[in-house]
C-alpha cells in the first residue's frame, strides 16, 4: 500500500493520496511503528530485575533457537495448524457451496448462521465448548445415553476440544472466504458439464473447486495463520500438552517479564508464518493454477 501511495503522489494523484492517506496513517501507527519497537525490544538484553536492559545483542534470537522447548512449541503450533486449517477449510468448502445452491429463506439462514458466531467475543464464544465436551459434559451423557460409549471420554481439556475450539474460530471466515467467490460462479458451467457426461461429485471436483480456488487460499492462509498463532482455543480447551508459542510468548513477557526474549520468538514465528504462507500462496497460484490476484 506503501508503494502505491509512492507512485500516485509521484503522478501527483491528489485526489487518490487523499482517499488513502488515513489508512496509510492507521496503518503507521498501529503496525508499522509497534513492529518496529518489537524490533528493538527483542535486540535489547535481559535483565534480572526488570523486563530488559538497554542494548545491542542477538542473546534473545539465540536463546530461542538454541531452546528444545521452543523447538517442541514450535512443531506443536504448526500441527495444530495444518490438522485445524485441513478441517476448517474442507468443511467451509461444502458449507459455501450448500449457501451457494440455496435459495431464499434456507441461503438466508445459512449465511446468517455462519455470521452469528462473530458477533460473540473470541473467550466467550471457546469457554462455551468447555461443558459441552468436558467428560461429565452434554456430548459425553449424550453417548452413552445412547449406548456409544460405555464411561466419559475426555474430549476437553485436549488435543481433540484444542482442535475443535479451534476450527470453531476459523470456521466462519473460511466460509466467508470461499462463499465470496463461488457466489460469482456461472452455474451453467456445472450444467454444461452434467450435460456432457460428468456426474454430480465429478462436476463438483471439476468445475466447482476450480472455480473457487482463489477462495480456497485466502481461506487456507488465513486459517493457518490463525490456528499457529492461536491462544484461546488451546488455553482454554487443551491440557498442559497443547500449548503454543502464543501462549509461551504470553508467558515470557507478563509473568517471566522476559521482553527480549518473548519479542525475539515473536518475530521469528512471525517470519516462519510469512515464509509458509507465502508458500501456500505459491502452491495454488503456480502448481495448480487458477488463482490470480490474490
Known sequence: MFAWLGRRIKS??????????????????????????????????????????????????????????????????FKLGVIATTVAVLLALFYAYAAYRATGFRKSLLLFSIILPLLTTLVVKTYAWRPLLAPNGVLNNVLMSIGLIGSPIQFAPGMFGTVVGQVYIVFPYAVLAIYSVLSTMDWDTVEAARDLGASRPRSFLEVVVPEALPGIAVATVVSFAWSVGAYAAPSQLGSGQQTTFAMEIESLMLTAFDWPTGAAFSLLMLGGMLVVSLAVMRLFTGSIGGVQDV
Do not use: C, K, W
Request: charge should be negative; glycine fraction near 4%.
Open 12 to 77: 501527483r494523484d491528489t485526489e487518490s493520496v487523499l482517499l488513502v492517506a488515513p489508512l496509510a496513517a492507521f496503518e503507521l501507527v498501529f503496525f508499522v511503528v509497534p513492529f518496529l519497537i518489537l524490533v528493538r525490544m527483542s535486540l535489547n538484553e535481559s535483565a534480572q530485575a526488570g523486563p530488559y536492559q538497554s542494548g545491542f545483542t542477538l542473546d534473545a534470537y539465540r536463546s530461542v533457537l538454541d531452546s528444545g522447548l521452543y523447538h517442541d512449541l514450535v512443531f506443536f503450533s
